[in-house]
C-alpha cells in the first residue's frame, strides 16, 4: 500500500512560479514511477512531467517543456515539480500519481496504480 502526499499549490500571477512537493509513505518500491498530472473540469486528465525514481530519468509534455522541471530527493522518498514562467492555461487540479511496473516514459493516468488527492494551481493576470 502507497500514500502519496501532495502540497504546495495556490495562486499566482502569470509569469509567476510554484513547486509543488509529492511525499511516498507506505510501500515506497512501489513508487518507481512518479507522474504529475492535471485537470479541468469538463477535460480529461493529462499528463504534465515525471520521473524514474531508479536513475532520475525524466520527461515533459511538450505544453511544459522549459518552464517546468522534475527532481527528486531519492532518500526521502520525495518528487518535485518546479513550475516556472506559469500561464493562465496551467491553472488545474494537480495530482501526484505512482506506480511499480510501468515504464515511466510520460505513461496514460490509467496506467498508475496510486494517487494523491490533487492539489490546486490557480494562475492569473
Known amino acids: 500500500q502507497v500514500r502519496l502526499e501532495e502540497f504546495g499549490g495556490g495562486s499566482v500571477q502569470a509569469g509567476g512560479s510554484l513547486r509543488l512537493t509529492c511525499i511516498a509513505s507506505?510501500?515506497?518500491?512501489?513508487?518507481?514511477?512518479v507522474g504529475w498530472f492535471r485537470q479541468v473540469p469538463g477535460k480529461d486528465r493529462e499528463g504534465v512531467a515525471g520521473i524514474y525514481t531508479g536513475n532520475g530519468r525524466t520527461y515533459y509534455a511538450d505544453a511544459v517543456k522549459g518552464r517546468f522541471a522534475v527532481s527528486q530527493d531519492f532518500a526521502k522518498n520525495t518528487v518535485y515539480l518546479r513550475m516556472n514562467s506559469l500561464k493562465e492555461e496551467d491553472t488545474a487540479m494537480y495530482y501526484c500519481?505512482?506506480?511499480?511496473?510501468?515504464?515511466?516514459?510520460?505513461?496514460?493516468?490509467?496506467?498508475?496504480?496510486?494517487w494523491g488527492q490533487g492539489t490546486q494551481v490557480t494562475v492569473s493576470s
Open positions: 500519481a505512482a506506480d511499480p511496473w510501468n515504464t515511466c516514459s510520460n505513461p496514460p493516468p490509467n496506467m498508475m496504480a496510486y
Open positions: 507506505g510501500t515506497t518500491y512501489s513508487t518507481k514511477c
